[in-house]
Structure formats: C-alpha cells, structure tokens
C-alpha cells in the first residue's frame, strides 16, 4: 500500500506517532488507514513498538520494512534489551542501518515475568543499549523519561539521573511516557534542567479511548489519572461517540495548556487510531496543505 505524503502541513510545532504492529488483518487496515490520514502532517517520525515477545517482534519488523518501503516517513523503530542477546540486538539493529533507517527508541523494556536472563549477555538498562547502538552506527536514538517516575525507580533522583545516563550515552531526545496534569511535566524538565539534561524533553499524549484500558495502562507505568478525568467517563461505557469528544476534549486541552508553556514538540500514542489524533492537531494548527 502506496501512502502518499507529498502534501506538507505548515506550522512551527512537530508531531510524532507511534503504532504497534497490527496481529491480524482487520488491525493491519486500521494502521493503514491512520497512516494514510496522520502521514499528510509530515510527522519528525513515525515510531512503531516492540516487545520480548517474538511472534510481536516480528511483525514489528515486517511493518518497519513496510513503512519504509512504502512511504516516505521517517520511521524510528523500538528496540528494547529484554529477551534477546546483545548480539542478537546489535545484529537488528545493523539490518535496520542497511535498509537506511536512522532513528531507533531505545528501550529497556518489562522483563518477562519468570524468565531468567544471562547478565552478561544482555543489555541490562537502556543506556547500554543506547551506547551499543552509537557504536554500530551514527543512529539518531530518542529513550523514554518518566516524568512521574518510573515504577521501579526508588527516587526521583535516581530516575532522573537514570535518563541522564542515557543522554550521556547519546540519544538525541526523550519522550515521556503519557500524564495528565501540565504541572507534572513543568516540574520534571525543571529538574531535568537542572541535572544538565539539554536535550528535547517532548511530552507524548495519550488520548483516551476507553477509560478501562486507560486504568491499566497507568497502573503499570505509574501515571497518575487526575479525579476530574475519571468524572467526566461516568456514565459512558455504552456511549462512545460522547467518549470520543470528551477523550478529544481533555487532550486539546492538555495540548493547548503545554503550547502556553513553550512546547511546540509532540508525541502521540495512536493506539493505531488516527481521528481524535488529527483533531488535536488540528486544534493546535498543525493541518496539511491542500
């Protein structure tokens, strides 16, 4: 499938996507089709997701090669430490070099529960995995930050300093895992700051779809759901034309409030679903040419 992203958007302000790998047909057409209508905005790239899981990790790879061949987007697959060996992750990430990919997100990723790993043979944390990488080649390496600290991380501190090792290590940029509260973010890239951190801190927005699902994504990455959110998806299990506008709402409201305080970058988890996406980016003016 050809997309064609010839059209450009005129704004000031940069947007990313992610995707995951679709695991059947009827998810594959879905991703198409929020490529094909998310593409005309002239993303700064279009990362896709990846896991320990090996039937996941290959279609990660399929819809990489895919992206690439058949668009003109920069695509910036994930590539994370867990479930594979350093050689096995070096050797992916030079087949990635010589299909002339050049940007990755480096990731540690969840350890699989009850799966024992040599030490020495892996990567243990994401700024090794990022120092491999600058090794094998000149790749341009975005990592995650947690802006509400990462689950496993005893401090801020040492959360902070954490991301800083992997800057150090030479990635170009961090994208943080999704949060509501605009605060939450202005605190973090203060500290960041102040810890020497320059390099772009870009928020990554999660608009919500399904509040149930919303509940379980921050239970496991330890972002906070302000009560205010949780009131406005009462009542509205069965009513999702009425979820889609509030969803549209709060994240244009995120997104507006971020703006004010000099973010012009972002980040958007798709969940491969490009109309409450294309509406906030509208909002913020970010509209292809036509």
């Known amino acids: 499938m050809k997309v064609n992203n010839t059209k450009k958007a005129i704004s000031l302000k940069k947007v990313s996507f992610e995707f995951f790998p679709p695991n059947d047909k009827k998810m594959e057409k879905m991703m198409w089709r929020s490529i094909e209508k998310l593409s005309p905005l002239d993303p700064s790239f279009v990362s896709v997701t990846y896991t320990h899981d090996e039937i996941v990790r290959q279609r990660t ?5 895919k992206l690439t061949n058949s668009t003109s987007l ?5 590539l994370t430490c867990v479930g594979a060996t350093k050689e096995a992750i070096n050797s992916i990430a030079k087949d990635y070099w ?30 090794e995995l990022v120092e491999s990488l600058k090794k094998i080649a000149d790749f341009d390496i975005s990592v995650a930050a947690y802006p509400e600290i990462h689950p496993e991380s005893k401090t ?3 959360d ?8 150090d290590a030479g990635a170009s940029r961090a994208i943080t895992q999704f949060f509501f509260g605009t605060d939450v973010f202005l605190y973090f890239r203060d500290r960041c700051a102040k810890k020497g951190i320059d390099v772009p801190i870009i928020p990554g927005i999660l608009p919500i779809t399904k509040f149930p699902q919303l509940k379980n994504f921050a239970k496991k990455c330890g972002a906070t759901i302000p009560k205010w959110i949780e009131d406005r998806f009462i009542g509205l299990d069965s009513d999702a034309k009425t979820r889609e506008l509030v969803a549209a709402n709060i994240a244009i409201e995120q997104a507006k409030e971020l703006e004010k305080e000099g973010v012009d970058e ?25």
């Open 266 to 290: 972002f980040h958007f988890y798709t969940l491969n679903r490009a109309e409450l996406v294309y509406a906030i980016c509208h909002s913020l003016n970010i509209r292809e040419i036509k």
């Open 98 to 127: 010589n299909q002339g990919i050049r940007h990755i997100v480096a990731l540690r990723g969840d350890q699989p529960i009850n799966r024992k790993t040599n030490e020495q043979s892996t990567y243990s944390f994401a700024s």
């Open 160 to 167: 902070i300093d954490n991301l800083k090792r992997k800057i």
């Open 61 to 65: 790879h399929q819809a990489v090669k």
């Open 74 to 78: 920069c695509v910036a697959p994930h």
């Open 156 to 158: 801020r501190e040492t």
